[in-house]
């Protein structure tokens, strides 16, 4: 079993920072990936960003794009998210994802999810 604890979410006014953190524990191994995803009242999760642990590629949604940077300290097993210049329309629930890959299966763990508001 694998957990993901997130922290660093909260209130913040438009044009404002934040950084999330992510620390996994537990049966870390065969990482595939490791991503945000956040959820906004009314609407379906989506990815934010992730990191492909093989190669290092990240991937951003459009919409962040420039203002979001996802980085990860491998040794310590943390995932971070600096989110810049922030906007209304950023405001959700953020997750932390890490994607479990063998030779038998893929296997998604989730985090509780961290709250992120951004007031206009």
């Known amino acids: 079993q694998v957990q993901l604890v997130e922290s660093g979410g909260g209130l913040v006014q438009a044009g404002g920072s934040l950084r999330l953190s992510c620390a996994a524990s537990g049966s870390i191994f065969s990482i595939n990936a490791m991503g945000w995803y956040r959820q906004a009242p009314g609407k379906q999760r989506e990815l934010v960003a992730n990191?492909?642990?093989?190669?290092?590629?990240?991937n951003y949604a459009d919409s962040v794009k420039g203002r979001f940077t996802i980085s990860r300290d491998g040794a310590k097993n943390t995932l971070f998210l600096q989110m810049n210049s922030l906007k209304p329309e950023d405001t959700g629930v953020y997750y932390c994802?890490?994607?479990?890959?063998?030779?038998?299966?893929?296997?998604?763990?989730w985090g509780q999810g961290t709250q992120v508001t951004v007031s206009s």
């Open positions: 994802n890490l994607r479990q890959r063998t030779y038998w299966s893929t296997r998604d763990y």
């Open positions: 990191i492909i642990i093989s190669g290092g590629t990240t």
